[in-house]
């Protein structure tokens, strides 16, 4: 799941990519960071908006999906 | 057939309340234009068309509590209720707007269909400034997120109204299409969508959270 879950995100070509997986008894979870030019300009929601889109498959199985989504110029302030 | 005869204030509440849709006829006893307008009503009730409506008929004096209530002046008055809310009005034995009333509301989209939902959505992210819809209650969450999501709003001082999804599994999958958003907890703030726990912890972080929920 955390390597569908990654190539679907490359259709961003993202400069950074982190998928963490926290699954538990509860069912898969994902902390998933982005770092991708197409989130320029663009709100938290819109920007999460288009991660569920890439990710809608995986979102049925997946319990908990949460999402950190920067653009170069954050990132790169951040240096995280 | 004669109209629904009510002769209890906490029946025509419950009425007006749950009734998809309703006329409710204000009159009085040895008031002539009220045996007017009761004739029009029954012709009314009779027409097959008109089988989703139930039509009542209440005397003022009887139900006076509620009449001063719903600011019932003068018989006849005849008012008209879609859903628990008052959609029209007709003081007086105005027959051409009666029958025009009744056929408005004939025509409006009953319960269920998307025009309903889409408003009864509405009202519910601005029945507060700050509207959280969660699993649970904040004393009870019933998930992780929807736990963290109360934990980091108090800590911002927020005060927030909460709706448990996990008790109308029609908002539950309504308010995900009409939101586009497709998980809980969701937050609002002034009826727009502010996301989930990872993005109101983000704000939260930035200190833009507690910017946003500043409410006049």
């Known amino acids: 799941m955390k390597d569908q879950i990654e190539q679907k995100l490359k259709s961003l070509n993202p400069l950074h990519i982190e998928i963490v997986d926290f699954s538990d008894g509860c069912g898969l979870k994902f902390d ?3 770092v991708s ?4 300009g663009k709100s938290l929601v819109d920007r999460h908006r288009i991660v569920h889109r890439l990710l809608e498959e995986e979102m049925k199985s997946v319990h908990a999906l949460t999402l950190k989504t920067l653009a170069p110029s954050q990132w790169s302030l951040k240096s995280s | 057939m004669s109209l629904l005869v009510v002769n209890a204030g906490i029946e025509l509440r419950r009425l007006i309340k749950n009734e998809r849709k309703l006329v409710v006829f204000f009159s009085s006893p040895n008031v002539p234009q009220c045996d007017q307008v009761h004739n029009v009503l029954k012709t009314l009730k ?9 039509f009542v ?7 006076s509590e509620v009449s001063k209530q719903l600011e ?5 008055t005849v008012l008209f209720f879609q859903l628990g809310e008052e959609i029209n009005r007709v003081c007086g034995a105005s027959i051409p707007d009666i029958t025009k009333s009744v056929m408005n509301l004939q025509s409006a989209p009953a ?11 509405h009202s519910l ?19 992780g997120f929807s736990r963290q999501i109360v934990s980091i709003l108090r800590s911002n001082n927020a005060k927030f109204e909460t709706f448990d999804i996990l008790q109308d599994e029609v908002v539950r999958q309504g308010l995900k299409s009409y939101s586009n958003w497709p998980t809980y907890p969701q ?3 002034k009826g727009e969508l502010v996301g989930g726990v990872d993005i109101v912890r983000e704000l939260a972080d930035s200190g833009e959270l507690a910017q946003m929920l500043i409410v006049p």
Request: with cysteine; hydrophobic share 40%.
């Open chain 2, 46 to 54: 009779e027409d097959t068309v008109n089988s989703e409506i139930l």
């Open chain 2, 57 to 63: 008929h209440v005397d003022a004096e009887v139900v």
């Open chain 2, 111 to 121: 319960n269920g269909s998307p025009n309903d939902l889409s408003s009864r959505l």
């Open chain 2, 125 to 143: 992210i601005n029945k507060a400034p700050v509207m959280l819809f969660m699993k649970g209650s904040p004393e009870e969450p019933r998930c």
């Open chain 1, 37 to 40: 030019q197409e989130f320029e």
């Open chain 2, 187 to 189: 937050l609002y703030v």
């Open chain 2, 72 to 76: 019932i002046i003068s018989v006849p």
């Open chain 1, 32 to 34: 998933v960071k982005v």
